[in-house]
């Protein structure tokens, strides 16, 4: 089976040796080669998981869940394919936008936390990217986005009388 993988160029050493010191060495050498079949020229995506398999280890595990759900879900289906260089501040800014709209499937829109945090890996990618291949980052001043204060309502007097009446003394 592992023989057909890898003729079939779609073998993953970590998937059968997990617990292998091995395991980052053949992931690197399997980036270092799809680097090379685009010609020196990095994908976002490719990137983003480099990006993602070296920041992973700062993270704690809900945070790596949170960001590997915002990779998989809003930026690699769209950014996937794009030369690192090449984007653009009014490509981010248009994504942005986009973020903001209704959703077709749920009927809702996301919120402006929500919009940020989806926007913080983003942005960390490509400043990464930018410094590491010596490139401008298309990230200048891009703001995030303003989050509304939450409205605090405290219990009202009748409502802290009625909960003290139902607390033992102590």
Do not use: C
Not at 10 to 19: I, L, M, Q, T, V
Not at 77 to 92: F, G, S, Y
Not at 93 to 119: D, G, Q
């Amino acid at each position: 089976m592992i023989e057909a993988e890898i003729k079939l160029g779609k073998f993953d050493y970590a998937r059968y040796f997990p617990n292998s010191p091995k395991v980052e060495k053949f992931e690197n050498l399997i980036r270092q080669e799809k680097f090379k079949r685009i010609g020196n020229r990095m994908l976002f995506g490719i990137f983003a998981e480099i990006w993602f398999a070296e920041k992973k280890v700062e993270l704690r595990q809900t945070q790596s869940e949170n960001v590997r759900g915002i990779l998989d879900k809003h930026l690699l289906p769209v950014w996937k394919n794009h030369e690192l260089h090449e984007l653009r501040k009014a490509d981010i800014m248009e994504f942005r936008r986009r973020l903001t709209e209704e959703s077709p499937v749920t009927k809702k829109k996301l919120s402006a936390s929500r919009v940020n945090h989806i926007l913080s890996p983003f942005k960390m990618i490509l400043e990464e990217a930018a410094d590491r291949f010596e490139f401008e980052s298309p990230w200048r001043n891009i703001k995030q986005f303003s989050v509304p204060r939450t409205e605090i309502n405290p219990l009202s007097m009748d409502e802290v009388k009625r909960l003290l009446k139902y607390l033992k003394q102590q």
